[in-house]
């Protein structure tokens, strides 16, 4: 097993660290960033069902789910075809209504989530087009869908999902600049930049990966906390719920994750000194707003720990504790961003003496409901 682990304590740091490598793997021979050129033959193949498409519906379950609602960010913007981002087990149960025209979208890192499973033969019972976003070759989600892309993600062993969340952002992001190059719903010098700047990415996450010694150190400062609130906005939100998920499974710290504006309406009243509260603000979309948000928690005694882009000076200048990740287009922050906050909880999880790779009561594929 410590062969396996090449050489770090646990799989889920080696997952990790492997994140720049896969993200390649996972665009490689789809992205031609240099010729212009998005391809994955199940997109191809099917790309007039996508066209037609009047809806996207992503169901999927734990941090597949987060993937799913970055996407929703990305594939609106892209390609401008509404999407709704669903729990696979709510979405199975409440009689939902699924059009015959509607692409449904099931991500699953490891294919053989039973709720998954079930919207996905739901879907296709309603005459849906159903396309997979899998990890694992062959699996029972795999076989199940009408197409799909897989992740090159390689073997996941960490039950606390990383390397999966980020391949699965590469492929849907992949997939929404495919739609774009049909609909024609970007100019051709977005589209040109985005194909570019995406095949940029896994240098940008190695950069991100240099974050591991200050967040080990923020880490010592935050161990004992009982509760942390995680906050983003737009493309980040997801990142906030993604980053507070990793937190609660492997380190057992109640952690949420809000979407910042919505602080105002209910967590704003947990902020005292003893509530760390990690902010993610990219020079991006909102940063103005979030830069508000950091001035409301500093006024009322939190501390702030801020995900920020490099050479950023007004968060700085308010935070208790500044991580800098590289610059990049915001669709594509959520790559970045995300980083710093699976090597916080990981090093949160091993301060605590916390099995990381194994928490209690939870498993890596959830085959019954
Ligand atoms: C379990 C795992 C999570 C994962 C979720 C969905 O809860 O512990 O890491 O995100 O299942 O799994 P899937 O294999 O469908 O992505």
Partial sequence: EQIEKGGYDHFMMKEIYEQPSVIKDTYRGRLLANIGIVQMSGVEDNLEKFLNAKRILVVACGTSWHAGLVAEYIIEEFSRIPVEVEYASEFRYRNPIINKDDVVIAISQSGETADTLAAIKLAKENGAFVFGVCNVVGSSISRETHAGAYTHAGPEIGVASTKAFTTQITILTLLA???AKAKGTLSNSDYQRYLLELELIPEKVEEALLTNDIAKKIAEIYKDASNCLYLGRGYNFPVALEGALKLK?????????YPAAEMKHGPIALIDESMPVIVIAPNKGHYDKVVSNIQEIKSRSGKIIAVVTKGDTQVKALADHVIEIPETNEPFTPLLTTIP???????????RGCNVDQPR????????E
């Fill in 177 to 179: 600049l495919r739609l």
């Fill in 249 to 257: 499974e492997i380190s057992y710290i109640h952690a949420e994750g």
């Fill in 341 to 351: 906050l699976q090597l916080l909880s990981y090093h949160i999880a091993v301060l």
């Fill in 361 to 368: 009561n939870l498993a890596k594929s959830v085959t019954v």
